[in-house]
């Protein structure tokens, strides 16, 4: 059955909210569950009859979708999920590592300080560890594992880096869906060991000890990202 054949889906947002705020939200979702997209492809009127919307608004969000990276939009063939370059990945994981590094840095001084505590990112790693590798707990893993990333990001205290690691969101999101499920189970025992590493340095106030390991989780995390593409790659050419 066609995206246009369903029944109208509800919307996920909250009272009040604009309706592309609450359809960009939505497709984040759906692409995510696999409703939509699943073939790489994006097309308004269909995503528009499946929500019981029109389609002026549904452009409008996967437009702010394409500005944040997140999908990209093809002249009169509608819109398609970002497949990212080799270069747009090292890009991306350089910026990340510097802003995860200096997070983690002064994160430690808040912590020493008794500004901060620990008590979320750990209750997030122990959540993290506890999960399975079943498709039906991918959802809840990207979550957290965003999650985790974003609370050593608010730990630091300061808001620009804050708002630069909140552009970054949408694009890391987007080349995590494009791994897929096997990249994503190949990659859960190694996430914990290396969140696991991230959290007791801070627990321990060891800056270097954080510097090494949230560089050791960043650069297994950009090698795996390129292998994948390139995996991709390869099996379109055969």
């Known amino acids: 059955m066609s995206e246009a054949e369903h029944e109208s889906e509800p919307l996920i947002g909250a009272p009040g909210d604009r309706l592309v705020d609450t359809l960009h939200g939505t497709l984040v979702e759906a692409i995510l569950d696999g409703r939509i997209g699943s073939n790489g492809r994006l097309y308004p009127g269909e995503i528009a009859s499946l929500f019981g919307v ?4 549904v452009r409008e969000a996967l437009m702010r979708l394409a500005a944040e990276g997140f999908v990209r939009a093809v002249p009169r063939r509608g819109f398609h999920l970002t497949d990212p370059t080799v270069e747009e990945i090292r890009d991306l994981w350089q910026v990340r590592r510097g802003l995860e ?3 983690a840095e002064l994160a430690i001084d808040r912590l020493a300080a008794g500004e901060v505590t620990l008590d979320a990112l750990q209750d997030i790693e122990r959540r993290l560890a506890a999960g399975g590798t079943k498709r039906t707990v991918l959802r809840d893993h990207i979550d957290l ?6 609370t050593i990001i608010e ?3 300061n808001a620009i880096l804050a708002t630069l690691f909140g552009g970054l969101r949408m694009r890391l999101l987007g080349m995590w869906i494009k791994n897929g499920h096997e990249a994503w189970q190949r990659r859960v025992k190694g996430d914990h060991a290396e969140h696991r590493a991230i959290v007791a340095a801070l627990e321990a106030g060891d800056k270097e000890a954080a510097r090494r390991a949230v560089n050791a989780h960043i650069e297994r995390s950009l090698v795996d990202m390129r292998a994948d ?10």
Do not use: Y
């Open 54 to 57: 029109s389609s002026t608004p």
């Open 101 to 103: 590094v200096l997070a």
């Open 145 to 150: 594992n965003a999650r985790f990333h974003e």
């Open 155 to 157: 730990m630091s205290g």
């Open 229 to 238: 593409l390139e995996a991709r790659m390869n099996a379109r050419t055969t």
